[in-house]
């Protein structure tokens, strides 16, 4: 127990510390997590062997990761990158491939061991990419995206990959690890396709993609709002975490990649209301696994036989990422990749990735490659995926300077895309979402109650569950990119919460809040709100504005009164708002109480139909010219 | 002839002279009556219904108070928005041709301020050829507008009251059709010393 708990320590200890000095330096969060590893790994060594156990669980976190990449990606989406999926991803793998076995082979490895160290090396890292392209919010860029086809053709590649390597196998290998294990093979997880003969494999695999995309559509929206109904958070947490589970474990059952099958499960629930929740609930899991696994990448670095041969390794990994950086950089050419976008793709995928660690593994118990090669090309893999970050800083330290200004055209065009979150879709937000709606303008509707979601589907009102209270929530509705708050929720307090959480996300963004009272008004103007409507003030204006006119006065001069009152209040309670002080209740606030007193007389003297001197704004209106001598006198 | 009246002053709890014609037109017998800024006090006028209102009548009667030698301001409004391309000229625009257009004017000053002598240096008629020439283009026949001057001196009080039996005379002439529109077309303004020389059957 206290040997976890020291080791749970000292992972965590080491990413506190490293990460956040990582970003401040500008560095990005993998490179801090790889140097923490390394820190505690080979250079204190802190940690041991265990790190490749932990590896292996930490691996988890790509497969989270792609789930939310695929909630992000609607299965139109998908669709619509199927050229560039297949081509760019298709050619990138074989290209890199086989170039690096054709180097492999200059060097004098025979073909089949050369073939399989290019497969190995073709892939790149799902983990450090997309994280970093996340991170600097570059994924919705043509590069980011190209990157993204990539990666997701490479998660696909490692299946057959995975079948085509056994292929490979050097006798003489072989047959020194039937004498070396006993026979006792790595056989022993389980499977449902064991087996099995050929189309029955197929069919069960078949079966299994079908439940996913079925179950996906069709189970999940009763499921999540019988969870939600329940309205405890850790069991939604639970639930979303099964989820993501039960899926990876279903795909290894039938031999296919976990990643690929939560990835799929992520589009299926690209179009659900519960999106987002599902989003910021697994997004901490997948940050700390994968903050995890770049640790354990770290740590692994066997500086032993990095320095025994420094020279020849440096060189491999310098030379690998030198030829994957130029297939990139021909595909980038090919695919009409421009500007920073094509550097984006060059230098970001130039690394070997996690999935190489896996497949290095699995070559080298089927005796493909012998295992000193395959430990030093694990040291060029971690190697490369420690120098990524670099290559990243590159990029936006010296490429992007010298591009940007061609490229202040197409950001500003991004910009004015941007949507408004509504937060809370009662019969306040509602009014604002058509409005806005129905001007074109895009919307994102959060509400927290399950039954208004559905009852708002059903009138064909796209509306997401979730509290957005909750800061993880409003990232996930995309807060950092929106123009526009609107905070409609009937929860005074945590309004107010939303609006000082949004303000201090976002300095810029323009956030319309809805207010309960006058105290209310003030405490938004202290959160920072920009307008603040006060949700029955209009309404109750427009009463008075009736009854007046009940009483036989002129519709438009009721219409000048109540104009004319609302300015005016509106006035006295921005007056009273900068006297207000949260500290003090008002009825102690002596300047508040004269403020108030004040703002009694203004209003009872500038207001309506006073009647001895036309002072009135309304009387003064089109007042005839003589007329107030006419009362004078 | 089918009478309609339409009437604008923004400010009727000040007016004293506009508020007794209103009265009248709301009391003559089959001549309708709107007042503008009652039924759009927010301005936001419905273009289809003020149309349809326009096709519905045949002698359209502007009654407003002169405001800086124009009318108030939701007149304004109204030409812009109801007399449509289309509908009130241009293209397939001749819906309102025929259609008698007359104002009914009351200004604060005297007779004598108007004219090239007067301190207003133009003569009332002049001021007003922005609506005489907007019936023109509608080919809706001008008719010289009714007017009150003075309409603020208390003094005036036996032509005020002249004005406003005049008033119901025009109203009830065009609704019978006895208003002798040729002659009436002849003078520069009706005032309600000649609106009776103005109906047909009646002797001065
Ligand atoms: C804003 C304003 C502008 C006016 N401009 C003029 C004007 O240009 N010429 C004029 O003779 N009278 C002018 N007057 C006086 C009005 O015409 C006069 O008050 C009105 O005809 C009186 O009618 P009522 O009692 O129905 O309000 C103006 C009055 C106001 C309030």
Redesign the pocket.
């Known amino acids: 127990m206290s040997g976890f708990l020291f080791q749970a320590f000292v992972y965590l200890a080491a990413a506190v510390i490293a990460v956040p000095i990582a970003k401040r330096l500008g560095l990005g969060s993998v490179l801090g997590y790889l140097i923490a590893g390394i820190v505690i790994g080979p250079v204190v060594g802190l940690v041991g062997s265990e790190t490749q156990d932990i590896q292996h669980f930490a691996e988890f976190g790509v497969v989270m990761m792609l789930f939310l990449v695929g909630l992000e990606l609607e299965p139109r989406q998908l669709w619509g990158m199927r050229n560039k999926l297949l081509g760019l991803g298709g050619l990138q793998v074989t290209g890199t491939a086989l170039a690096v076995m054709g180097v492999c082979m200059l060097l004098g490895l025979s073909w089949s061991v050369a073939l399989a160290v290019g497969l190995v090396l073709s892939l790149s890292s799902t983990a450090i990419v997309l994280q970093t392209l996340g991170e600097k919010g570059l994924m919705k860029s043509d590069g980011g995206q190209a990157s993204f086809s990539v990666l997701l053709f490479q998660d696909i590649a490692v299946i057959p990959m995975l079948a085509l390597v056994p292929l490979l196998a050097l006798p003489e290998l072989l047959d020194a690890l039937h004498h070396g294990t006993d026979g006792s093979g790595h056989a022993t997880e389980l499977s449902l396709v064991e087996g099995l003969v050929g189309w029955q494999v197929a069919g069960v695999t078949v079966l299994a993609i079908a439940a996913v995309i079925i179950g996906g559509h069709f189970l999940t929206r009763p499921l999540f709002r019988f969870i939600a109904s329940a309205e405890l958070r850790e069991v939604f947490i639970a639930t979303a975490l099964l989820l993501v589970i039960g899926i990876a474990l279903l795909m290894t059952l039938v031999g296919l990649s976990p990643a690929l099958g939560t990835f799929l499960a992520g589009v299926v629930l690209a179009n659900s209301e519960y999106r987002h929740e599902l989003e910021s609930d697994i997004e901490p899991f997948k940050g700390l696994l994968l903050g995890l696994f770049f640790i354990t990448v770290g740590a692994g670095i066997n500086f032993g036989i990095l320095f025994g041969d420094f020279g020849t390794i440096i060189g491999m990994t310098l030379g690998l990422m030198l030829l994957k950086a130029a297939v990139f950089w021909c595909l980038a050419l090919a695919f009409k990749l421009r500007g920073s976008d094509k550097w984006l793709f060059t230098l970001g995928l130039a690394q070997a990735g996690e999935f190489g660690f896996v497949l290095l593994s699995f070559t080298v118990q089927n005796g493909v490659i012998p295992a000193d090669l395959s430990q030093s090309l694990l040291l060029v893999v971690a190697l490369s995926m420690l120098l990524t970050p670099l290559l990243f800083i590159i990029f936006d330290k010296v490429i992007l300077p010298r591009l940007t200004e061609d490229q202040v055209r197409e950001v500003d065009e991004i910009d004015t895309k941007g949507a408004a979150i509504i937060a809370g879709t009662g019969r306040f937000g509602q009014i604002v979402n058509r409005m806005l709606r129905g001007n074109g303008y895009e919307t994102i509707v959060l509400d927290l109650s399950a039954e208004t979601v559905d009852n708002m589907a059903k009138f064909g009102i796209k509306t997401f569950f979730g509290d957005a209270s909750r800061p993880d929530l409003l990232h996930a509705a995309g807060i950092r990119e929106a123009n526009l708050l609107v905070v409609a929720i009937d929860d005074h307090e945590r309004t107010t919460e939303i609006v000082k959480h949004a303000r201090m996300e976002r300095p810029d963004i323009h956030i319309v809040a809805r207010a309960r009272d006058r105290i209310h008004v003030y405490e938004l103007y202290n959160a920072g709100a920009n307008d603040i409507i006060r949700e029955t003030f209009d309404s109750a204006v427009r009463a008075g504005r009736s009854a007046l006119e009940a009483f036989g006065i002129h519709p438009y001069e009721a219409e000048k009164i109540s104009t004319a009152f609302q300015k005016n209040d509106r006035q006295i309670l921005y007056n009273l708002a900068r006297i207000y002080d949260p500290d003090i209740p008002v009825t102690e606030n002596a300047a508040y109480i004269a403020g108030v007193r004040e703002a009694g007389e203004k209003e009872r003297e500038t207001l309506t139909r006073s009647r001895g001197r036309n002072k009135g704004a309304v009387d003064r209106a089109?007042?005839?010219?003589g007329r107030i001598l006419d009362l004078e006198e | 002839m089918k009478v309609l009246v339409i009437y604008a002053?923004p400010a009727q709890q000040?007016?004293?002279?506009?508020?007794a014609l209103a009265a009248v037109a709301k009391d003559v017998s089959d001549v309708s009556f709107v007042d503008l800024y009652a039924i759009y006090p927010r301005l936001d006028l419905n273009v289809d219904v003020e149309q349809q209102r326009l096709l519905d009548h045949d002698a359209i009667i502007f009654q407003f108070?002169?405001?800086?030698?124009s009318t108030p301001p939701i007149i304004k409004e109204w030409q812009d928005l109801v007399l449509e391309y289309g509908f009130a000229y241009g293209h397939h625009g001749e819906k309102l041709k025929g259609k008698l257009w007359l104002s009914a004017v009351?200004?604060?000053?005297p007779e004598s301020g108007y004219g090239p002598e007067g301190h207003n240096r133009f003569d009332l008629r002049e001021l007003l050829a922005p609506l005489e020439a907007t019936a023109n283009l509608c080919k809706m026949p001008y008719v010289p507008p009714y007017t009150l001057f003075a309409?603020?001196k208390s003094e005036n009080a036996a032509n005020l009251e002249k004005h406003i039996a005049g008033y119901r005379l025009l109203l009830e002439a065009l609704r019978d059709d006895t208003f002798d529109l040729d002659k009436a077309c002849a003078q520069q303004l009706i005032t309600g010393d000649t609106i009776k020389g103005l109906i047909k059957g009646k002797t001065t």
Not at chain 2, 65 to 69: A, D, E, K, T, V
């Open positions: 089109w007042l005839p010219p | 002053h000040h007016s004293r002279v506009n508020k108070p002169l405001m800086w030698y009351t200004a604060g000053t309409a603020l």
